[in-house]
């Protein structure tokens, strides 16, 4: 099993500029999760899906969007990039059987 | 949501035990205690989780308070491998999303 994977790694972005980030997972896990770090603090939750075609907002939601076709794929879309969206974003992916969360190797943005 | 305080940091030499402590007074009956680990440059990852006996797995040992307000994750012998920002997060049962509420962590720093 690859786990989760992310693309891409690194990303340079200007102001007003749109993109998306995209996640994966291969282990048919029903929850799927996006968070963002920023430098010297914890996670923080911005949007998650407990299932094909269900999404619901986390903590920070502005300023970005989700959808969820598929079980495995789970992208985020930054619409109109801000340098307060400056930030390391993991994806996280959970079967609902299970405690445990798997997490990506995150997505390092930079928005000039 | 129930929140959890942690040290900033600690040290520890290398194969010595670690002692990382957490209190989560406001704990309720069904918040789950887990603890996720963050490597430089990484993804957090699943540590251990426990409701109310003491747990034991390959990586750790989890040790919960009899009134479950605070806990202590055991690390048996510290490597240098192990350092990294270790989170403390109570999950409610009834948590139908993905939802993990980061906080600081504490940051151990493994000397050899």
């Known amino acids: 099993n690859a786990g989760v994977t992310q693309t891409p790694k690194f990303q340079v972005l200007k102001t007003g500029q749109s993109m998306t980030l995209q996640c994966a997972q291969d282990m048919n896990h029903e929850y799927m999760s996006w968070y963002r770090q920023d430098p010297g603090m914890g996670l923080r939750l911005i949007h998650y899906?407990?299932?094909?075609?269900?999404?619901d907002q986390g903590e920070v939601p502005n300023g970005y969007n989700v959808s969820r076709s598929t079980t495995e794929d789970f992208p985020l879309r930054l619409l109109s990039a801000a340098p307060s969206q400056t930030s390391v974003y993991f994806c996280a992916s959970r079967g609902q059987a299970y405690n445990e969360q798997f997490f990506g190797p995150g997505t390092r943005l930079t928005v000039l | 949501d129930a929140k959890t305080t942690q040290p900033n940091s600690m040290e520890s030499n290398e194969e010595e035990p670690v002692h990382l402590p957490c209190n989560h007074s406001t704990i309720s009956g069904t918040d789950y205690i887990h603890w996720y680990r963050q490597l430089p440059s990484q993804g957090p990852e699943y540590v251990i989780h426990?409701?109310?006996s003491n747990v034991n797995n390959r990586m750790a040992s989890l040790a919960i308070a009899e009134d479950r307000k605070s806990s202590t994750l055991i690390l048996h012998r510290a490597t240098l491998r192990d350092a990294a920002v270790y989170y403390c997060?109570?999950?409610?049962?009834?948590?139908?999303?993905?939802?993990?509420?980061f906080g600081g962590g504490t940051r151990l720093m493994v000397k050899p």
């Open positions: 899906s407990v299932g094909a075609g269900i999404t």
């Open positions: 997060i109570l999950r409610p049962s009834n948590n139908a999303g993905n939802m993990l509420t």
């Open positions: 426990g409701l109310t």
